[in-house]
């Protein structure tokens, strides 16, 4: 893969380029490249960036070992802005965070479709991609992840089994939490094995 001669870097020789995580969608930073990191960054399929301040190129990760693996890079209508889909491996912020955005200008505002009635799995994945990465201490999901893939597959099972013996006795309010956990517990396993709950609904579209 080439770089696009579409491509419109600024004054400086730039483009913005705002890194997503590919499995759980959170906006992770934005970065800079020059021609030369996006080379790099296509080729290695590391990410590469061009340093404003210093004024050179650093691989994301070299010494932190939190490395971005480029599943996909995509320029905006405009050529002048790059979206680069990643598959993390650790924090992508300085200060041990999942993502440089953990901040808001208007905290008090939450916003929630009553349109969308799967919003909550999105921001459950989400905050399953953050634990994994930031792994806070006396979280159950941090406990999972540390423990492993055995641990998750476990629960998955363990939850599987309370649905069906919820069902069997036609105890719905159980169902209700059973199923809630279970999802939960798939979830996590699908952030374990770095599939995308995306990839997943595409193959139920494709059974449809």
Same mark, same amino acid.
Request: proline share 4%; net charge negative; with cysteine.
């Given at each position: 893969?080439?770089?696009?001669?579409?491509?419109?870097?600024?004054?400086?020789?730039?483009?913005?380029?705002?890194?997503?995580?590919?499995?759980?969608?959170?906006?992770?930073?934005?970065?800079?490249?020059?021609?030369?990191?996006?080379?790099?960054?296509?080729?290695?399929?590391?990410?590469?960036?061009?340093?404003?301040?210093?004024?050179?190129?650093?691989?994301?990760?070299?010494?932190?070992?939190?490395?971005?693996?480029?599943?996909?890079?995509?320029?905006?209508?405009?050529?002048?802005?790059?979206?680069?889909?990643?598959?993390?491996?650790?924090?992508?912020?300085?200060?041990?965070?999942?993502?440089?955005?953990?901040?808001?200008?208007?905290?008090?505002?939450?916003?929630?479709?009553?349109?969308?009635?799967?919003?909550?799995?999105?921001?459950? =994945?989400? +905050? %399953? &991609?953050?634990?994994?990465? #930031?792994?806070? $201490?006396?979280?159950?999901? /941090?406990?999972?992840?540390?423990?492993?893939?055995?641990?998750?597959?476990?629960?998955?099972?363990?939850?599987?089994? =309370?649905? +069906? %013996? &919820?069902?069997?006795?036609? #105890?719905?309010? $159980?169902?209700?939490?059973? /199923?809630?956990?279970?999802?939960?517990?798939?979830?996590?396993?699908?952030?374990?094995?770095?599939?995308?709950?995306? =990839?997943?609904?595409? &193959?139920?579209?494709?059974?449809?």
């Amino acid at each position: 893969m080439s770089i696009p001669a579409e491509l419109k870097f600024d004054e400086k020789g730039l483009i913005p380029a705002i890194v997503q995580d590919v499995t759980s969608k959170e906006i992770l930073t934005l970065a800079y490249m020059n021609e030369e990191s996006l080379t790099k960054s296509i080729e290695t399929k590391q990410t590469w960036f061009y340093s404003r301040s210093r004024q050179e190129l650093w691989h994301k990760g070299a010494t932190s070992g939190n490395t971005q693996t480029i599943v996909d890079i995509r320029f905006d209508c405009d050529q002048d802005a790059l979206l680069v889909l990643v598959k993390p491996e650790g924090p992508a912020c300085h200060k041990g965070n999942y993502s440089c955005f953990p901040d808001s200008l208007v905290s008090e505002v939450k916003v929630e479709p009553q349109s969308d009635r799967f919003a909550i799995i999105n921001e459950l =994945e989400q +905050i %399953i &991609a953050q634990r994994e990465t #930031e792994r806070p $201490e006396g979280s159950y999901t /941090t406990y999972l992840f540390e423990k492993g893939v055995d641990k998750i597959l476990k629960k998955v099972g363990e939850e599987a089994a =309370e649905v +069906i %013996i &919820a069902a069997k006795n036609r #105890e719905p309010e $159980e169902l209700k939490w059973e /199923t809630a956990d279970l999802l939960f517990h798939l979830l996590v396993l699908l952030r374990e094995q770095k599939l995308p709950l995306d =990839e997943v609904l595409s &193959a139920l579209k494709k059974r449809r």
